[in-house]
């Protein structure tokens, strides 16, 4: 029996929707489990550039410092596409991870056995079901490297975007990785391009090294155009993959594809000290906001994922999974789903997943 300190995020959109169902089952587990999660909700995105006039506030970074883990909902929306870009709400995102040191970005997209259906893949693929822990590195690499731009007399405009890591980067989201195998199925695919760039012949050492540290870890290299195709061909052969920024952004988008919905799926990002982020994948979905027509799952998984890797409470982290799964099987899905016999709101997802807990 614990106590714990979340700090809410609720954001903008659908955000505030998913994140007051996702609150709802944590206090479910709470009153199950004898724990207590005190809250303070704090505000971020679009909605901190309306009150305080910038999309990261000092009281919100002051206050997700001191709390056990943050439960992000979304940012961003039409009414501040036109804001420059320092008060756009994805600045606030970034400016977040950039200041609570948040490097390491983990995606999960599993086939939940219900959803069978609702996979795009082959049948028979499908059948087979899958569990991929995908561990993208979110701090460095080509978005973060140095840009330029300038005029030249012969060959018109050139841009250029450096790609850069440094050992230190890449030994710390690589040992992150091998430790989540340890406590998974022991299998480990690093994704480079290695036949072609230098930075990937560095990830590639490093991880060949680091793997000699785990040797009950099965490791292999994959270029990333060979495992774009394999997460299609055959998802099931993957257990944890890692993959530096770049790489990490496309294959976790297309992985996200083949569970079924958006809606589904959680994430969240680590850092060394700073408490962890826990977010759902998708974004603030303004097309439905307010509307209760979003999916709160992939906010619900991310409270099962904050349960297990920042507050130590498997068990509990397994019972809300078992409890999404049972509603799932029951026939209840939000619109985005396919398959199914009812289609229910918002709310009434969130209130099922918490009957089951209870
Ligand atoms: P989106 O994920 O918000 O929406 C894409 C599509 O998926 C939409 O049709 C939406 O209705 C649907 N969808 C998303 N989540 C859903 C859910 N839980 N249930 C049912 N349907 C769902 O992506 P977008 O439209 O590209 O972006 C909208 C806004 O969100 C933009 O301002 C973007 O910058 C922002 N965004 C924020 C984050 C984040 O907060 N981490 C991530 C991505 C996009």
């Known amino acids: 029996m614990g106590e714990y300190q979340i700090a809410l995020l609720p954001g903008d959109g659908i955000g505030p929707e998913v994140i007051r169902e996702a609150v709802r089952v944590l206090e479910a587990v709470g009153s199950r489990c004898g724990h207590t999660f005190t809250q303070g909700t ?102 973060f490297g140095k840009r330029d731009r300038f005029q030249t007399p012969d060959r018109g405009e050139v841009a250029s975007d450096l790609l850069e890591y440094s050992e230190l980067e890449i030994e710390r989201i690589g040992r992150r990785a091998f430790e989540l195998a340890m406590l998974r199925r022991k299998n480990l695919i690093s994704v480079d391009k290695a036949n072609v760039l230098e930075s990937s012949r560095l990830w590639r050492s490093v991880m060949h090294r680091l793997s000699r540290a785990y040797p009950e870890v099965q490791y292999s290299d994959m270029y990333v155009d060979n495992a774009a195709m394999q997460l299609i061909r055959d998802p099931a052969a993957f257990d944890v993959i890692v993959t530096e920024n770049m790489f990490g952004d496309i294959l976790s988008d297309e992985a996200s594809m083949i569970t079924g919905s958006i809606g589904l799926l959680p994430s969240a990002s680590m850092g060394e000290t700073a408490p962890a982020l826990y977010e759902p994948i998708h974004g603030s979905a303004p ?52 398959g199914g016999s009812e289609i229910v709101g918002t709310a009434k997802m969130g209130d099922m997943v918490a009957a089951y807990l209870a």
């Open 42 to 143: 704090y505000l971020v995105g679009g909605a901190a550039t309306d009150a305080c006039g910038v999309p990261y506030p000092p009281e919100t970074a002051s206050g997700l410092k001191s709390a056990d883990a943050i439960l992000l909902g979304a940012v961003g929306g039409p009414k501040w596409d036109d804001f420059p870009v320092h008060l756009r709400p994805e600045k606030g995102l970034l400016q977040m991870r950039q200041d609570l040191g948040l490097y390491a970005n983990l995606r999960p997209a599993a086939l939940r056995p219900a959803l069978q259906s609702a996979c795009p893949l082959r049948a028979e693929t499908a059948a087979r079901g899958f569990d991929i822990m995908l561990v993208r590195e979110l701090t460095g690499g080509i978005y």
């Open 287 to 338: 097309d439905i906001a307010g509307q209760d027509k979003a999916n709160p799952v992939a906010a619900i998984l991310s409270v099962a994922m904050m349960l297990q890797y920042s507050l130590g409470l498997p068990n509990e982290a397994q019972a809300i999974e078992r409890a999404v799964d049972r509603v799932l099987e029951a026939g209840y899905r939000t619109a985005d789903m396919a």
